[in-house]
């Protein structure tokens, strides 16, 4: 890595977001490697739109490239080595049944076939996003490799210890169905509102936790199904933990998402996990934890099931934790490293 300068590529600065998570603990891994970097952020203005936000973007980290060497974290067409976190686009709009000729949608798809096809080599965080990739755009499989997000385990606090966080949601022993992320119409908070009507436990409580701008739709949508005294929306936490340590089941029912890391998170903490077919984490899940689809409301006879079934449940919690110690950062960082340095 001596001949040519190494930069990580990232766009936004966000202090909330799995993407930046990701790069945080890389980044701390590298420096415990001895790899020297640079960090490249956007200098765009944050007031013009997406479309053309994204277009700069990629002008700026082009134009500017010179002699160094890209691994970049965002969609651009002058990568060397690219990681397709975001996943990709052009999948996504057949999800969404997108007007495929709106500004973001055009530029976002002319960068990312472009990058695609230019860069050395991509790396898909999930076989989902590599057979995405493919598909859309033909590139050949030999040209992706999948490596798996990581986290750093940590100690959880015990349920028991949390005495300020009951105090300040007034809770009791109810069981605790959790959600966490931002963007909530894609994960699909919508639906899980629904799912959440037919949960027949009680006295089972469902925590919402993220940032949304659209937060009172989804808080008109709860009182609408009747179900505002057992659902609790925070918005965005610092305190992420907490809520992890004292959840039973995470469930995370998005339309698209090309890994997640909080489901690795939520596996780290003990938590159940269910997500969707559509979530590239759910590979690393058993089957049996996968709806077919966000509105697959079958799955609520098993979280009905697991939560009459402490023994159960808590097997199912072990297991996770011990599944989720097989992703750590440092081997996510060295896999890394073992393909930057073949073309460096």
């Not at 996003?129 to 798996?148: A, T």
């Not at 009507?197 to 808080?219: C, D, M, N, R």
């Not at 984490?281 to 099931?305: A, C, H, N, R």
């Amino acid at each position: 890595m001596k001949n040519k300068e190494f930069c990580i590529v990232r766009a936004n600065k966000k202090e909330f977001g799995g993407a930046e998570i990701y790069m945080e603990r890389l980044c701390q891994e590298l420096g415990e490697l001895g790899v020297s970097y640079e960090i490249i952020h956007s200098c765009i203005p944050k007031w013009l739109a997406s479309s053309i936000r994204a277009f700069l973007f990629n002008l700026q980290m082009c134009y500017t490239k010179r002699n160094r060497f890209y691994f970049s974290l965002d969609r651009i067409s002058c990568a060397d080595v690219l990681r397709v976190g975001d996943g990709v686009h052009r999948h996504y709009m057949t999800i969404k049944q997108s007007f495929n000729f709106l500004p973001l949608n055009l530029v976002y798809c002319m960068i990312e076939k472009r990058g695609f096809e230019n860069a050395k080599h991509l790396i898909a965080i999930s076989n989902m996003v590599k057979q995405n990739i493919m598909e859309q755009y033909q590139i050949p499989s030999e040209k992706i490799s999948v490596i798996y997000n990581g986290i750093s385990p940590k100690e959880f606090p015990k349920k028991e210890e949390l005495v300020d966080f009951k105090q300040e949601f007034q809770l009791s022993d109810e069981p605790i169905l959790l959600y966490v992320g931002s963007g909530y119409k894609r994960k699909g908070v919508w639906e899980l509102l629904e799912l959440f009507t037919h949960i027949q436990h009680p006295s089972a409580k469902l925590f919402i936790v993220g940032k949304e701008k659209h937060l009172k739709h989804y808080v008109q949508y709860a009182k609408k199904l009747n179900i505002t005294s057992r659902v609790i929306f925070t918005g965005a936490r610092r305190d992420i933990d907490r809520f992890y340590a004292y959840a039973d089941i995470f469930i995370f029912p998005t339309h698209y998402e090309p890994f997640g890391n909080v489901i690795l998170e939520a596996m780290n903490a003990k938590c159940a996990v269910i997500t969707t077919k559509q979530c590239g984490g759910g590979e690393i899940l058993d089957p049996t934890f996968l709806m077919q689809s966000p509105k697959d409301y079958s799955v609520v006879t098993k979280i009905d099931d697991l939560l009459l079934n402490k023994e159960i449940l808590n097997k199912i919690k072990e297991n996770n934790y011990q599944r989720s110690l097989e992703f750590s950062i440092q081997k996510n960082a060295l896999a890394t490293l073992e393909i930057l340095k073949q073309y460096l």
